[in-house]
């Protein structure tokens, strides 16, 4: 199983970007697939989480701003990051639950003015 992230890159403070994770294989073998990050000397921090049922949850600080979707027949999960912050700065991973957990190898996210 492989999990690609891509989308990162730089953005203003307000801006959008969006993030996509492919999956080498069906997205609905996953019970769930999420998106975390992790800014410079911080811990990795929950970001989105959907089902396969696709319910959804955020985090707290990114709500109202943030998405997180699913195309199953493209085998991506995306992330819509509206009203950028600069604390929004960090590389995002994308990750799946299936028989264990799985990891992209992550996409750089920078909001600077």
Same mark, same amino acid.
């Given at each position: 199983?492989?999990?690609?992230?891509?989308? $990162?890159?730089?953005? !203003?403070?307000? &801006?959008?970007? =969006?993030?996509?994770? *492919? /999956?080498?294989? @069906?997205?609905? #073998?996953? +019970?769930?697939? $999420?998106?975390?990050? !992790?800014?410079? &000397?911080?811990? =990795?921090?929950?970001? *989105? /989480?959907?089902? @396969?049922?696709? #319910?959804? +949850?955020?985090?707290?600080?990114?709500?109202?701003?943030?998405?997180?979707? =699913?195309?199953?027949?493209?085998?991506?999960?995306?992330?819509?990051?509206?009203?950028?912050?600069?604390?929004?700065?960090?590389?995002?991973?994308?990750?799946?639950?299936?028989?264990?957990?799985?990891?992209?190898?992550?996409?750089?996210?920078?909001?600077?003015?």
């Amino acid at each position: 199983v492989q999990l690609v992230e891509s989308g $990162g890159g730089l953005a !203003q403070p307000g &801006g959008s970007l =969006r993030l996509s994770c *492919a /999956a080498s294989g @069906s997205i609905l #073998s996953f +019970n769930a697939m $999420g998106w975390y990050r !992790q800014a410079p &000397g911080k811990e =990795r921090e929950f970001v *989105a /989480a959907i089902t @396969s049922g696709t #319910s959804t +949850n955020v985090a707290d600080s990114v709500k109202g701003r943030f998405t997180i979707s =699913r195309d199953n027949a493209k085998n991506t999960v995306y992330l819509q990051m509206n009203s950028l912050k600069l604390e929004d700065t960090a590389v995002y991973y994308c990750n799946g639950a299936l028989d264990r957990v799985y990891w992209g190898q992550g996409t750089q996210v920078t909001v600077s003015s």
